[in-house]
Structure formats: structure tokens, C-alpha cells
């Protein structure tokens, strides 16, 4: 098995997993992202199979997509499918790596505060660039760009 599809192939074997076992919102989340995986392997000029760490990207990005529609649906008072989008995000994160806790982002962004030799608000994209290949796919980059600006603040 090629180490680079991981992630992929495990979303396979878990549809078929989840569609003998009637699971319809797994079934409906995995094929949705297997969707949308293969749309950006399609992207561009050639077509190419996505590493692991691209195929997190997609799902990260279909994950926020969710909490976003979870929240439309509810600020219209349509508590039904805010749930089924919320129940959708869950499956969701489940193959996406853990996120960090506050204190742990804390600690990556004084570090790439530190070893980036950044200070005040202008230097937000030195740190940025130090920054994100060490959350990538564990930190949300809102979350993350608010952190730094505060700590650049001070």
C-alpha cells in the first residue's frame, strides 16, 4: 500500500464498513469527502493523487464548512439541520489529526515569535510563515492569526 494514501484508503474501507452497517450519515459524510478529494485531485492541469497531509487540508476544509452551515442553519431557526450538519462535521474531525489545545498554541506561537526575532504588529507574517507548517491541519487559521496578533500586541 502506497504510505501516500494512506488516509484515503481508510475513508474507503470505512464507506463500505459504514454502508453495511446502514450508518446513513457516515456513508453521506465519507462519500461527500471522497468527493471533494477527488475534485481537488482533478484540480489544475494534470491529475494527481493527494498525499495524507493534502487530504487532511480537503477535510479541514469540509469540516469548517459544516460548523459554518451548522451555524446559518441555526441563526434561521432550523435546528434540524444545523444538527445533521454538526453530526457531519463530527465524522468528519474524526480523521483529522487532534487540534491544539489553547496552551499548546500558545507555547508554538511564543516560540515562533521568539525564533523569528518578530516584534509589533507589522512582523505578523514573519511569524505566520515560522508558524504554520507546525499547526497545519490542528489549529484553525482564524484562531491562530488572532493569537498572534494579541501576543504581537503587547
Known sequence: MDPMTALKDKLKSDLSTSMKARDDVRVRTIRMALAAINVEEVAGKVARELS?????????????????????????????????????????????????SDEELGRLVDEAIAESGASGPKAMGQVMKVLNPKVAGRAEGGRVAQLVRARLAE
Open 52 to 100: 495524507d497531509d493534502e487530504v487532511v487540508k480537503v477535510l479541514t476544509k469540509e469540516a469548517k464548512k459544516r460548523k459554518e452551515a451548522s451555524e446559518a442553519f441555526a441563526n434561521a431557526g432550523r435546528a434540524q439541520q444545523a444538527q445533521a450538519e454538526l453530526d457531519e462535521q463530527a465524522v468528519l474531525e474524526e480523521y483529522l489529526p487532534a487540534q491544539l
